[in-house]
């Protein structure tokens, strides 16, 4: 399973306030976000539409410390709302695009004193320049390339999203299943997300007839601390998981077809599946065909196992 790769580890903030607002000064760095911060405060609600420019300019640039490539232009029109919905779903707030309270609060309360940056709450979709469009910028792109070096994908330095960083985000998308666009966005931030199983953790055997796949005990326990319960995040593990099992059995042709047409029935069965497994410290057992040793089809099939193949 080449995608469930993670580092479960948080990095230290730095490189942020002088990429995203330009400034030489540290010190003043610090200053200029706290005064995009205190303005956003006090702008109170907001959403698609809203006349104050001003607001909307402090809404804007808090959104690129947030990883936007957004111009503060002042106008709260589809890009604004578009990244505003994308890190409620992250944060698992109501998913409206709008600025409540409850969002207004989280998007003011950036990580620091020690806390790293999560790719998939405090982080929105990542990109490189396109056209006039600026790329991302700050602390996200930072633990971004960290994150990608930890899966074995060099991606440079630095808090600019540059050509370095495009070129790994495609790498790790080829080797993970999912599309190679170059974008971080909620199907790649996630898979950086994932847990990464150690050495053994996963027992997998795959013939031209079937497969058979143990997911060891403390790697099912990781996982299901994990496993999204907001319906979108859901959907978006669903293509992710789709692709790790689809990779396991594509040495079945029938059968890597129709898997990657039941994403939805896969999260939903293994998110089950390692909830149950955790609670009674067992793992997890997949397997599809004619497994190795066994003369009886098996569709697709993911549920908790504590036979002799269960390992921590």
């Known amino acids: 399973m080449r995608l469930l790769r993670t580092v479960l580890a948080t990095v230290a903030l730095f490189g942020l306030f002088g990429v995203v607002f330009g400034a030489d000064d540290g010190d003043a760095d610090e200053d200029q976000v706290a005064v ?35 111009e503060p232009s002042g106008n709260y029109l589809d890009d604004t709302t578009r990244y505003v919905t994308e890190f409620q779903t992250g944060q698992g707030l109501r998913a409206d695009g709008a600025v409540d309270r409850r969002t207004l609060d989280a998007l003011t309360d950036l990580p620091g004193d020690g806390r ?8 929105v979709s990542l990109r490189g320049p396109a056209g006039t469009a600026p790329g991302s910028a700050g602390g996200c792109v930072v633990t971004l390339r960290d994150r990608l070096a930890g899966r074995g994908v060099p991606a440079g330095r630095g808090a600019d999203f540059d050509d370095a960083a495009t070129a790994a985000v495609r790498t790790f998308q080829q080797r993970a299943g999912l599309p190679v666009v170059g974008v971080a966005g909620p199907q790649t931030r996630l898979a950086l997300s994932l847990p990464q199983p150690a ?23 990781d996982a299901a601390a994990v496993i999204p319960e907001d319906p979108f995040l859901r959907g978006v593990l669903a293509d992710v998981i789709s692709g790790i099992a689809c990779a396991q059995v594509r040495a079945v042709p029938a059968v890597a077809v129709g898997c990657q047409a ?43 196992y504590n036979g002799a193949n269960c390992r921590d």
């Open 116 to 123: 790293g940056w999560d790719l998939r709450r405090d982080c």
């Open 199 to 221: 050495s053994g953790a996963v027992a997998s055997g795959c013939t031209p007839r079937g497969c058979l796949i143990v997911i060891g005990r403390a790697y099912t326990r």
């Open 36 to 70: 995009e911060l205190d303005g956003l405060r006090g702008c109170g609600a907001m959403r698609s539409g809203d006349g104050r420019r001003d607001c909307v300019r402090h809404l804007q640039r808090v959104l690129q410390v947030r990883g936007a490539p957004l």
């Open 262 to 304: 039941v994403g939805s029935y896969i999260v939903d069965t293994l998110a089950e599946a390692l909830k149950t497994a955790a609670t009674r410290g067992a793992c997890v057992q997949v397997k599809v065909g004619y497994p190795a040793g066994r003369d009886t089809w098996s569709p697709l099939s993911i549920a908790p």
